[in-house]
Structure formats: structure tokens, C-alpha cells
């Protein structure tokens, strides 16, 4: 992960080619700040015979003691490193994560052992060599995220190759604070590329290029240390038109960027106090700048955090200003792949160079036609035939009320007073957005409301799954027993649990049926007598299997199942409607599926529909959709629902939609997303999990359940001390803390679980963040509940490290 040191200023120097001088320039700027300071060069990997190696060049003209230069990785071979790896007949190849984690260690040492220094770590060959295992430089050391200085490229063909290797790392999100070049009389490239880059705002740096190497070597040695002296130019020395072409310009650029980048930092969090207003934040008890998370960038699985004093027990090595924290609630549930995921990136630059943004109504473009096949070929197959594209969960689950209210109220026939009573069927502590009308579909106590909300519906207390002292159990609401209070029912197994079509025939399917059968009734009598405090009930809305905001409430789906049988029974007692027939059509009442957060392999499932075996009229998904890159959500619908707005007059029409609907980044990101998900499906990581969990291909992945997280340690953590449940589907780790009170108000799971935001250090530590830094975990808790939450490809070790963490400070608290 990016390291920052107050007193070590580093550059990673990056070529726009092969062959641009990159060395040259980069002996010019180690001889420019030796002149004030302590110098260290880092060759991550050399090819080719030692004579001409770039440490020893360095060595031999860096001018100075202060400059110590090494190297890495060494091969003979004058290839690629790919190619010099593969020729060594070495054992094994260095991965990235090793070459990665290699430089961090050398940075760390560096920075120890100097009061004050500069650094710069030059790159093999173009911005896209390959590293030793293959992968392009710039995607390896993308999890280093060090200040890049660029060499541009003087010859023929120079311009454009030096905007592309700019254009290569700016979409990676590297910060680029110069870029330096030779002049070419001929070529005149450095006349072109300093006015490009001065309108972006990058500073260029051009200087004479070396004279020819001369045959012999005491010779050669003299005219190569005239021309450094010569364009690393004493501070007060020529002042004439050559003066700004001094390399001490340049690093005076560079230590400028670096004092720049301290001071925006340092100053983040009293701005940010000052100006912004968070959500889901109470302003009242933020106590002072420390409290303000400053994320300086994020890759993987990470944030990398600004922490000016690093902890008292830190060694000198740990002393960045930059601290690694694993994102476990993968930044609100949205992260697919984890950060800056380069495919998704390119997509979104892709269709942002080709299209920007176009008008949707009565128009296509080849983004969001290929999403919505591919939503209604996915997770909607065998059921959906229309996809409406919006702007986020919240708004997908308004444009999917408005679709139910509607197809509902042309069935019935309801007149302008019916239609201000209808309400929805759903569950207690129900979620689905902070829209007004999102928030009108939950009940009226709930936590995320406002003062015009107005709750419309009924909501039932549904029985919630969890495993509790190594066991799973079934816990019923009092309303199902009414003199026995809440009663837990022991399960065989978590899948005997999500065997749904295995227990329909069970007591407690029969009891579960009679409920909600029960309440229907109750409600149909009241409104036909009168009762104006009733709604009709025009669709039924539910999270399938977790509601997410709600608590990490794992729902039975045993009952939710029930739920959708009852009300497409379309019995009228129960104020239910018939269907008019066809697998196209809709019964007893619009069902939708509000599969935000746990759609699209979130809980190891694409969708939850065949797993319940019951599959929705309607369904929303956002979120991991688009990677957590860009916002979108694509509501689902039967034609039986579509059918339902058509007209001749467009009042008939679905009136709804924004200026940025379907807007063509973020479907392009969204197919993207998907593909990517479908190679991850059969990747060896979901094959480890599943075996785990003893769970068979992936072809059976509708009808069974597991988790990234490891069993033993779910069921251990489940009998810790403190620990009331836990559980576990897919991404997500819910640990339930005891707390009397408990509620979304409380504070005991932040409590038991603040010591996760500390360095965790010992013997034993599983060290798994980019460039192998200790680092702390960022959390998010739902009163006492803390939930922990993985990409669809966070590693193994990753995972087992976060284990790790978890446990111990279980074991601290209890």
C-alpha cells in the first residue's frame, strides 16, 4: 500500500519507452539532490549483463557519497523481465505481490535509516513492461501509488508515445508530478509537449541530451561527468537562458509536490469539519480532527489512511504517514472486485471517450442495451422480459413501486381515494432506501425516516437464522407464539436450512402459512368494515434472505417463501387479486424483490430466486452492479408488469426517470462488471470457499449456500465470550454482540470491536495488505452488530488475516 515518510521524499520513475534516457535523467536527479541531501536509488529489476547495469551507472556518476543505489532482482539475460525470468531456470518467479512487498521493505528501511532523503525507484523499459511474473508495471506497482516522475520521449514518434504512457498512468490514478525529457533540434518534441501538458497542469522539464558515448572508457568517463555538471547547474551559477533548464529545478519541483501533498493532507480534516455534512453521521459526536478519516487513495481491498503520529509503539519502519485499513464493509456494500479494478476503469473510460452522456427516451446505444440483455439473461431468466435502467437502489426501488401501485391499481380498478390507501405487505426493520417513497414502503418507527414520512403498509416480524455456540438455529417472533415468547428451533445444518423446497411440507411451513394467511385475513375484514386505518395492499416487498440496514437480519427463507405463496394464492379473503394466467403475468399481488445489497453473488448467489424457488414480479439490483465504481441500479420486470403501462396516451407511460438515466459509463461498467463476475465463478478462490463449506460446483450454486469466511471460524467465534450470534452467506460476516439493549442506537459492537482500528503486531500476525505493512481494519456496525464484508475477490489470505484480527480482539474484549 502507498507509503508517505515526512522526511523521505520518493519518486517512482516510469519511461514513456525504452531507450528515452530514463537512466540519464535519473543520474541527474540523484546528483541534484545529493548536492543537499542523503539519495537512495532502487532498481526494482535489472536485465541484462552487469556492466551496463543502471545501479552501477548510478554508482559511478552519482558525484557523491550521500547516494546509495541498489538493485533488486538481477538477470542476464538483455530481455524483457518476463522473458529474463523465464531464461534464468530459476526455481520460481518472483510474483508481484513479492516484488511489491520487496520494495516496500527497502522504502521502510530507507526511510528509517535517514533523517531526511530522496528516493527514486526506476522502472524496466515503457510504462507497460512487463514485471517478472508478466503483469505491466503499471498495474504491479499500482499498489505502491508513489509519486511518478515521467521520461518523455524525445525521438520520432516521441509525442505520442509519451501522451500515452501519460494517459496509461493517469487512468490508474497515479499521481504524476513531472515530466522530463531530452531536446531534440530535429524532432522539436519538448516545443509540443510542454505548452500540452502546462494545460493539465504537469510540470515539464526538458535538458540537453548526453553527447555520444566515446570509444574509450576514461574518456567516455570525463564527458559524461562534464555533461551532468552541466545540466545539474549550481543554484547560483549560469543565470542565463539555460538557467531553467536545470535538473535543480527539478527537484526543486519535486520536493514542492511532496510539501504540497503533507500540507493538503494535514489540512483535510478541519475542512472538512468546516464544510462538509456526512450522511449517517452524528456531527455531535465527531470529537476533533482525529476522528476525520482521511483516505489518500484506496486499491484492493484497502484504504490507504493519513495518520500524522503514528502509534507510539510503531518501529521506524512503520512510521509512514499512510496506514493500510482492510474496507470491510467494502465501502457500504458496493465493492465487487475491490478498488481501482483496471477493467472496470478502462470501461468506464471507454464509453466516457465514446459517448459522454446521450438521452435515453426512444434512443439506444450499445452500453445499456447489452446491460439490460444481460440482466434479464442473468439474474432475471425465466421470469423478466423489461429492464429499467436508474440511478441507484433507492430510486430503482421507487421506479419498482411505482411499477406494482400501478399494475395493481389497473387490475382493481381503483378510483383516485383507493389509490392514496394503498400500502405494501413487507418485513420489520425493512430498508430499501432514503427516497421518500423508499422510505414510505418500511414501517413508521423505523430509524430512517424523516418528518413526511408516511408509513404505507403492514410489516411482519419475521424469524431470523443464526448460528449460536457452534449450532444453527431458528429464531420465531413472539407473534408466532403469542404465550411462549420468542422460540429458538434448532436446524440440522445451514443447508438443511436453505433447502426451501425440502421443508415446504414442514410443521413450521404450516405454521408459517397460517400467520401470515391469519394476518391477511384480520386486515381484509377490518378495511371491508370500514377500518380507514387499513391500506389495501397492493404488492408485497421484500430483501430476500438478509435485511442489510436492518440489522444483518438473516430471514428464514423458509417464511419468505411462504409469504410469496400466500399472496399469490389470490384468494379474496385475503384481499388478494387473480392472475389472468400465463407465465408472463402476475396473481395475488405484485411481488417484489429489493436485491440491492444482496444480489448478484453478494450472499454467493446471483439471485435469490431459485434458491427460494420462487421468483419475483419485480426485482431491483444496484450495487455490486456496477463494481462500486459508478452509481446505477436496473429494476427488473414480468411483461405482465410492462403491460401494465401501455397505452395510447402517454399519462399511461412510466413517467419516471433523470437527466442521467442509462448514462452510458455507467452501464459500460456495469457489462463490464458482469463479466467479470462470470470469470471470477469459476475461479480457483470460489472452488476453495465452496469445498469449505462442502458445497458442490457451481452449477448447483441456486440451491445451495456458502461463504468466503471459514466455517470452523464462524462457529468458533460464535461461542466466544460476549458473542451472542453470528452469521455468515457469501461476502458477509454479521457478529451480534450481547447487549440488553441493543438496537441500531447502540454502541456496544463499536465498542467490543474498536481495537480493530489499531496496529495489530506479534509474533503470529498475518501481515496481508498491499505491500505487506501492518495494517488496521475500517469497520461499520449496525447498533450491536458488526458486519465484515469481502470483494467477490479478496484473497484467501486476506481473508484469513482479517480472521485473525476478528479473533484476537474477540479474545481481548471477552
Given at each position: 500500500m502507498s507509503l508517505l515518510f515526512k522526511h523521505l521524499r520518493a519518486h517512482q520513475v516510469f519511461g514513456a519507452n525504452t531507450d528515452v534516457g530514463k537512466t540519464i535523467i535519473t543520474t541527474a536527479l540523484v546528483r541534484a539532490s545529493a548536492r543537499s541531501t542523503n539519495v537512495h536509488y532502487l532498481k526494482p529489476v535489472s536485465t541484462g549483463p552487469l556492466d551496463d547495469a543502471d545501479d552501477k551507472h548510478i554508482k559511478r556518476?552519482?558525484?557523491?557519497?550521500?547516494?546509495?543505489?541498489?538493485?533488486?532482482?538481477?538477470?542476464?539475460?538483455p530481455v524483457s523481465p518476463h522473458l529474463a525470468a523465464q531464461l534464468s531456470q530459476r526455481p520460481s518467479t518472483p510474483s508481484d505481490e513479492t516484488l511489491v512487498n520487496t520494495i516496500a521493505n527497502y522504502i521502510r528501511r530507507s526511510a528509517a535509516a535517514s533523517?531526511?532523503?530522496?528516493?527514486?525507484?526506476?522502472?524496466?523499459?515503457?510504462?507497460?513492461?512487463?514485471?517478472?511474473?508478466?503483469?505491466?508495471?503499471?498495474?504491479?506497482?499500482?499498489?505502491?501509488?508513489?509519486?511518478?516522475?515521467?521520461?518523455?520521449?524525445?525521438r520520432l514518434g516521441g509525442i505520442s508515445t509519451t501522451i500515452t504512457a501519460y494517459e496509461a498512468l493517469l487512468l490508474r490514478g497515479y499521481i504524476i508530478d513531472a515530466v522530463l525529457l531530452f531536446r531534440d533540434a530535429y524532432y522539436r518534441n519538448s516545443e509540443y509537449l510542454t505548452p500540452y501538458f502546462a494545460e493539465k497542469g504537469v510540470w515539464v522539464g526538458t535538458f540537453d541530451p548526453p553527447p555520444p558515448k566515446a570509444a574509450n572508457d576514461q574518456e567516455n568517463f570525463a564527458i559524461t561527468e562534464k555533461y551532468y555538471d552541466r545540466i545539474v547547474l549550481p543554484r547560483n551559477g549560469n543565470q542565463g537562458k539555460d538557467a531553467v533548464d536545470s535538473v535543480l529545478h527539478a527537484v526543486d519541483h519535486l520536493d514542492k509536490c511532496h510539501a504540497a501533498r503533507l500540507a493538503e493532507l494535514e489540512s483535510m480534516p478541519r475542512r472538512t469539519l468546516d464544510t462538509v455534512w456526512w450522511p449517517f453521521v452524528q456531527h455531535g459526536l465527531v470529537k476533533g480532527e482525529t476522528n476525520v478519516t482521511v483516505i489518500d487513495s484506496a486499491y484492493s481491498d484497502f484504504f490507504s489512511v493519513y495518520k500524522p503520529s503514528p502509534s507510539p509503539s510503531a518501529s521506524p519502519q512503520d512510521a509512514s504517514l499512510l496506514t493500510p485499513q482492510f474496507d470491510s464493509s467494502a465501502s457500504w456494500w458496493t465493492q465487487t472486485f475491490g478498488h481501482a479494478y483496471t477493467p472496470l476503469t478502462l470501461a468506464a473510460a471507454r464509453a466516457a471517450g465514446r459517448y459522454g452522456h446521450v438521452m435515453f427516451p426512444q434512443a439506444t446505444h450499445l452500453p445499456a442495451l447489452r446491460l439490460c440483455e444481460g440482466l434479464v439473461q442473468g439474474p432475471g431468466r425465466?421470469?423478466?422480459k423489461r429492464a429499467f435502467i436508474s440511478d441507484n437502489g433507492s430510486t430503482g426501488m421507487e421506479v419498482a413501486l411505482k411499477m406494482a401501485l400501478r399494475a395493481f391499481t389497473r387490475r382493481v380498478r381503483a378510483d383516485r381515494e383507493g389509490k392514496e390507501r394503498l400500502g405494501v405487505l413487507g418485513l420489520t426493520g425493512s430498508y430499501h432506501g432514503d427516497t421518500i417513497g423508499a422510505m414510505d414502503a418500511c414501517e413508521a418507527d423505523g430509524v430512517y425516516t424523516c418528518e413526511w414520512h408516511d408509513a404505507k403498509g403492514v410489516w411482519l416480524e419475521p424469524?431470523?437464522?443464526a448460528i449460536r455456540q457452534g449450532e444453527v438455529y431458528i429464531s420465531l417472533p413472539p407473534a408466532l407464539h403469542p404465550e411462549e415468547g420468542r422460540v429458538d428451533v434448532r436446524a440440522d445444518s445451514l443447508q438443511r436450512v436453505y433447502d426451501v423446497q425440502g421443508r415446504l411440507d414442514s410443521s413450521l411451513a404450516r405454521l408459517y402459512r397460517g400467520y401470515v394467511e391469519g394476518v391477511l385475513k384480520g386486515l381484509e375484514e377490518r378495511r371491508r368494515g370500514g377500518d380507514v386505518s387499513v391500506p389495501r395492499l397492493a404488492a408485497l416487498v421484500l430483501e430476500p434472505l438478509v435485511m442489510g440496514a436492518g440489522g444483518m437480519r438473516f430471514v428464514d427463507p423458509l417464511f419468505q417463501r411462504v409469504m410469496v405463496?400466500?399472496?399469490?394464492?389470490?384468494?379474496?379473503?385475503?384481499?388478494?387479486?387473480?392472475?389472468?394466467?400465463?407465465?408472463?403475468?402476475?396473481?395475488?399481488?405484485?411481488?417484489?424483490?429489493?436485491?440491492?445489497?444482496?444480489?448478484?453473488?453478494?450472499?454467493?448467489?446471483?439471485?435469490?430466486?431459485?434458491?427460494?424457488?420462487?421468483?419475483?414480479?419485480?426485482?431491483?439490483?444496484?450495487?455490486?452492479?456496477?463494481?462500486?465504481?459508478?452509481p446505477l441500479a436496473v429494476t427488473l420486470a414480468k411483461q405482465g408488469i410492462f403491460e401494465a403501462f401501455w397505452g395510447s396516451g402517454k399519462e399511461?407511460?412510466?413517467?419516471?426517470?433523470?437527466?442521467?438515466?442509462?448514462?452510458?459509463?455507467?452501464?459500460?461498467?456495469?457489462?463490464?462488471?458482469?463479466?467479470?463476475?462470470?470469470?471470477m465463478r469459476g475461479s480457483g478462490t470460489w472452488k476453495e470457499a465452496r469445498e469449505r463449506w462442502e458445497v458442490g460446483p457451481t452449477e448447483d450454486e441456486g440451491k445451495s449456500v456458502w461463504s468466503f469466511w471459514d466455517p470452523d471460524f464462524v462457529k468458533a467465534v460464535s461461542c466466544a465470550k460476549g458473542v451472542e450470534e453470528v452469521m455468515t452467506l457469501g461476502c458477509v460476516l454479521a457478529i451480534k454482540v450481547k447487549d440488553d439493549a441493543g438496537g441500531y442506537t447502540s454502541h456496544s459492537a463499536n465498542k467490543t470491536f474498536a481495537s480493530l482500528k489499531d496496529i495489530l503486531r506479534g509474533e503470529n500476525t498475518i501481515s496481508a495488505a498491499p505491500g505487506g505493512a501492518p495494517y488496521e481494519v475500517h469497520y461499520r456496525t449496525l447498533g450491536n452488530v458488526a458486519y465484515f464484508m469481502t470483494s467477490l475477490n479478496t484473497k484467501p489470505e486476506v481473508i484469513r488475516s482479517v480472521e485473525d484480527r476478528i479473533w484476537r480482539v474477540l479474545e481481548q474484549s471477552g
Open positions: 556518476y552519482a558525484g557523491s557519497r550521500r547516494v546509495q543505489a541498489d538493485c533488486l532482482f538481477r538477470y542476464d539475460d533523517q531526511g532523503a530522496h528516493m527514486y525507484i526506476e522502472t524496466a523499459g515503457g510504462v507497460h513492461s512487463p514485471t517478472l511474473s508478466g503483469t505491466t508495471q503499471a498495474e504491479a506497482y499500482r499498489a505502491l501509488f508513489l509519486p511518478t516522475v515521467l521520461i518523455g520521449d524525445s425465466g421470469w423478466a424469524p431470523t437464522v405463496d400466500v399472496v399469490r394464492s389470490g384468494k379474496e379473503e385475503l384481499g388478494l387479486v387473480p392472475g389472468k394466467g400465463g407465465e408472463d403475468d402476475w396473481r395475488g399481488l405484485p411481488v417484489i424483490y429489493d436485491e440491492v445489497f444482496v444480489g448478484l453473488y453478494r450472499l454467493g448467489l446471483e439471485s435469490a430466486g431459485p434458491l427460494l424457488g420462487a421468483y419475483p414480479d419485480i426485482g431491483v439490483n444496484a450495487k455490486v452492479l456496477t463494481g462500486g465504481l459508478v399511461s407511460a412510466l413517467l419516471h426517470g433523470h437527466s442521467y438515466s442509462a448514462h452510458a459509463v455507467g452501464c459500460e461498467v456495469a457489462v463490464e462488471a458482469l463479466k467479470e463476475i462470470q470469470r
